[in-house]
Each structure stands twice: as C-alpha cells, then as structure tokens.
C-alpha cells in the first residue's frame, strides 16, 4: 500500500467551513419569495453543513492515539516495533525537518530522555491545516511522546509505504533517536539503517 501524499478533500478540516460559507452567499441570491425546488434544497444543505461541522468538531474533540494529526498523548497499549540499527562503522541518518517548530517539545523530551533516545514514527501525520501527509516523528523521552517535527521528503519517499503498511494493522516503528545542537537551537537525527530488515521481513 502506498502512502498518500496528501488528505482525502473531505478530511481536510477547513472543507466543512468553505462549504458552508459558499451557501450562506448563496443566501444572498435565493431570497424567500424564490421558488420552493430552489430555496428548499439550500436550506437543506446549509442545515447539513452545520450537522457537519458539528460532526467535525466532535470527532476533533475525541481522544484518539494518535489523534488526526498524529500526535500520540501516550504510548499506552500501542504495538511498537523496534528497527534494531544494522551493524555499520559509519552510522546513518535521516534528519528530522521541521524542528525549528518544535524546539519547546525537543528541550523537553532532552531534559526527561536525555541526547539519545528514541521516536516513534507516525504516517499520515500532518500540520494544522495542512493537506499533505507526513510521517511524523514522536520523541519518547522520559515516557511522554513529543511532537518534534517529520521525516524529511526523501526519507519518507523512502520508507513510508513500510511504515503506511504497518500502520494500517496497529503497529508503529521505533527508531534510535539523537537530539544534536545546543541553546534551544536542537536538531533531531533518526537511525534508519534498521529499516531495512523490517523491510526484508515483510516481503
């Protein structure tokens, strides 16, 4: 299975609000005296709409492990597989990208974990309002996940099939973890080397 590079339109969470925007302007077109096949069925859909934002609000709302974005608020019950790093005199690593956003959680996940620690992979995580997919990457530092950002493109145009595929059975990978730079500037280095035996061995 391959991992989809972006949400299904309905899943993106702005859609239910542009919908019902468009219909309230078309209010501004469909006055009461018009006929009834015209204005009936946008009462209905504005009516709709709202059932769907409340719908959306809800489901938001509700503790999901991982939640929609792919943060995991515990690590409690979920099946985690460990990518045991390959034997290597040269270690190698796939950066985490978007740490600069995440520099609050990283020092975090340091003070509790310490420099060498592991994350968890997440497919299918995404940025706030985004519509691309990512594989997030959750810092396990101290027992608590922390949001510190996703793999880069290439890694995931790499990898994230595997981990799709895992996923879609309940199960998520982990991976050695090496908090680099100091002073709140922090970068996250993955081991993936153990990637590949987990690839092996689902073939």
């Known amino acids: 299975m391959t991992l989809p590079r972006s949400k299904p339109l309905l899943l993106w969470e702005p859609f239910p609000y542009l919908v019902l925007i468009v219909l309230l302007i078309a209010t501004g077109f469909v006055r009461p005296s018009s006929p009834p096949w015209l204005l009936w069925p946008l009462m209905a859909l504005i009516a709709a709409s709202l059932a769907w934002i409340v719908v959306a609000v809800a489901l938001e709302r509700r503790r999901r492990n991982p939640d929609q974005w792919g943060d995991f608020n515990s690590l409690d019950g979920v099946e985690l597989i460990d990518a045991q790093p390959a034997e ?22 340091r003070l509790n974990g310490g420099p060498e620690q592991q994350a968890v992979l997440v497919p299918r995580a995404s940025r706030w309002l985004s519509m691309r997919y990512r594989v997030g990457v959750q810092l396990t530092g101290g027992g608590q ?15 994230g099939t595997l981990l799709d595929g895992l996923r879609t059975r309940g199960a998520y990978v982990r991976v050695p973890a090496f908090i680099t730079g100091t002073d709140g500037r922090f970068g996250v280095e993955l081991d993936v080397s153990g990637l590949e035996a987990l690839e092996r061995g689902q073939d």
């Not at 270690?91 to 600069?100: F, G, K, S």
């Not at 996940?145 to 990898?159: S, T, V, Y």
């Open 145 to 159: 996940p922390r949001h510190a950002g996703f793999l880069r493109a290439d890694a995931q145009e790499r990898w």
């Open 88 to 109: 290597r005199s040269v270690r190698a690593v796939a950066p985490v990208a978007d740490t600069e956003r995440h520099r609050r959680a990283i020092d975090l996940a």
